[in-house]
């Protein structure tokens, strides 16, 4: 079975069997495509969809909801703060149900609606269709001229042209990069960083340039090879999908024999156009089935129904199916595999959403401050110095008291004034000498137990082992 590569005004086919992509030869060198936009019904809805997600990808680390943006992935503070609910690493259970529900219900979507994902809604196909390939048209005209500019020689038109584009791909992928970042840092700390002079952010400015970087040479080069070659969710695809999945498909049935002209004695609906070739971003010919380069753009289905259209005959020789209904079955959308997938998504989701109430609204942890474990004050007594870690999990400001539950006897001194506030959605760690009668140690240490004790009449008590003197 031969496979196409495509320009946009001449069709050709690959050099030898061992080129299996259609954006490189078997050297493993670039083959530029040139794929032509279709601009039919799917086009239409995918535009309109893909311009409100670009909307929401820059809105949201720019919205906020209870003090913080609708997603934040700070790494560096160990915070994930997702639409409201901010988790920390203690949170540990929360957010590996959390990590399994996502996981599960990529499966469970990729089962039954296949890649719709990919052609619809990845950030990878809507900036570069909706964005970097339109900026490309406008610059650099059609894909046929654009072609044979590339083909020819240097000229000032063409240096001009590609100069242009690029200075706007680089003020985009700016943009792109900064908003990217600002997932993982917050718009605030962002603008102080690009205020304050380079010498003293540095790296702020080494880590946006290799992060702008990245995003020119993505959409700039390797553009639809993200999709073939980088990304691993293609190659899931063999293992996620089964016949009753949702796919971009080809009747062959009602297709084949293909054949030129509008006389169709014998032969099949399809003309051998080429057209869903020319219009498809990653240059395959869907006519040759299920493949892992498609992404499910739907531009072979515009490409022909705008054909079948112009020839008469009916629409959906390409469209979203299944493979059991090319069969002439009929397409289930209930069976094992999505009960299974659906079944563990509501188990997951459910004890996520369990935890997540049940979660106590302050979280507090004590450890030992780093030094000696003990000191023996002047009169006598043993003091342990301790650290309390306090974490206001509510959407309310507080504030809270440290007091000594046990041993007898015992006090809290805190490092600084009680009480100690805490803004909503805030963590403070707070040192405390812990002074203990010497009588109190049983063998050098004893457990203390120590009460918080917050001005909405919460009290939180946690233990910790007390060191001191032996015998």
């Not at 610059?139 to 083909?151: L, M, Q």
């Not at 084949?256 to 051998?272: A, F, S, V, Y």
């Not at 003091?383 to 309310?396: C, G, K, P, W």
Request: proline share 6%; charged share 25%; aromatic share 12%.
């Amino acid at each position: 079975m031969s496979q196409q590569f495509i320009g946009h005004d001449d069709v050709g086919i690959l050099d030898s069997p061992e080129e299996v992509l259609t954006t490189l030869t078997k050297e493993g060198e670039r083959k530029w495509i040139y794929p032509t936009p279709s601009k039919g019904y799917f086009y239409k809805w995918r535009l309109i969809v893909g311009w409100a997600l670009i909307a929401l990808f820059l809105a949201l680390p720019l919205i906020p909801i209870n003090g913080r943006p609708a997603l934040l992935f700070d790494v560096l503070q160990r915070e994930f703060a997702i639409f409201g609910f901010v988790f920390y690493p203690t949170d540990t259970l929360l957010l590996l149900l959390l990590a399994i529900s996502v996981a599960i219900g990529i499966i469970l979507f990729t089962a039954l609606l296949g890649r719709v994902w990919c052609g619809w809604a990845c950030p990878q196909t809507v900036y570069l269709e909706f964005v970097y390939r339109p900026i490309e048209r406008l610059f650099e005209g059609k894909e046929h001229v654009r072609k044979r500019r590339d083909e020819g020689p240097w000229t000032w038109d063409k240096a001009w042209r590609k100069g242009a584009k690029l200075s706007t791909y680089l003020v985009i992928s700016l943009i792109l990069s900064h908003s990217f970042v600002a997932y993982f840092v917050g718009w605030e700390n962002l603008i102080r960083w690009i205020q304050s002079p380079p010498t003293e952010n540095w790296g702020y400015f080494v880590m946006m340039a290799f992060t702008t970087g990245l995003v020119m040479f993505d959409f700039t080069y390797f553009r639809e090879q993200m999709c073939t070659i980088t990304c691993p969710y293609a190659r899931f695809q063999s293992v996620l999908l089964d016949p009753d999945s949702l796919i971009v498909s080809y009747d062959e049935d009602r297709g084949e024999p293909r054949g030129r002209g509008k006389k169709r004695d014998g032969l099949g609906d399809c003309i051998d156009c080429y057209a869903c070739v020319r219009t498809c971003p990653t240059g395959i010919d869907i006519r040759e089935g299920l493949q892992m380069e498609c992404v499910a753009c739907t531009q072979c289905i515009d490409a022909c129904d705008d054909i079948m259209d112009k020839m008469g005959f009916e629409p959906g020789l390409i469209r979203y199916t299944s493979e059991h209904e090319l069969e002439g079955k009929k397409t289930r959308w209930l069976r094992p595999r999505t009960m299974l997938y659906s079944g563990l998504l509501v188990v997951l989701l459910s004890a996520f959403t369990l935890v997540l109430a049940n979660r106590g609204a302050y979280d507090v942890n004590v450890g030992r401050s780093v030094g000696e474990p003990f000191m023996e004050l002047p009169d006598g007594q043993i003091a342990n110095r301790l650290r309390f870690r306090v974490h206001n999990q509510t959407a309310e400001a507080t504030s809270f008291r440290i007091s000594v539950v046990a041993p007898d006897g015992a006090e809290a001194r805190i490092v600084g004034t009680q009480p100690i506030t805490l803004e909503p959605q805030e963590m403070t760690r707070t040192e405390a000498w812990i002074v203990v009668p010497p009588d109190a140690f049983e063998d050098g240490s004893r457990e203390g137990t120590f009460r918080l004790t917050f001005d909405d009449g919460t009290t939180h008590d946690v233990s910790f082992m007390l060191l001191g003197p032996s015998g």
